[in-house]
């Protein structure tokens, strides 16, 4: 399920991620998968992937299983992110939830290189809003 090429993220349409270059790869076993392709946008002085475009990502990939747990969209309410090296290439997040209440979810995420380093982790709270989407706009697992 490559998404993130039609301007969706798992049926969701985030225009950030679209200008950011994000593409959705899968939902599977509770889990979403996304790449980014580094280009020269995403670097900050040092020429590495900048601190924004990583927390975008761990953002996103929790935030897409959030709302995929939840039935509708959800609303970041905290996120803490912590770097642990450089960003090169192409990048790949996975994002699950840890815990799921009615009101709130709690999501972690990683950012690794393709070669499996991990650049950064992060850990969210998720707040649904809204109504209820419906199930046929919902991508199943695979």
Known sequence: MDEG?????????????????????????GRTHLRLVLGPEHANNLGIAHGGVLCTLLDIAMGTVARLTAGRPVVT??????????GRGVLLAEGRVVRA????????????????????????????TGLREPASRRPGES
């Open 101 to 128: 209440g009615q009101s709130i979810l709690f999501c972690d995420a990683e950012v690794r290189g393709e070669a499996g380093t991990l650049v950064a982790s992060a850990s969210g709270v998720f707040k649904p």
């Open 5 to 29: 090429q039609g301007g969706t993220i798992f049926g969701a349409e985030i225009p950030f991620a679209r200008l950011c270059g994000v593409e959705a790869l899968r939902f599977e076993n």
């Open 77 to 86: 309410l905290d996120m803490q992110t912590r770097f642990l090296s450089p």
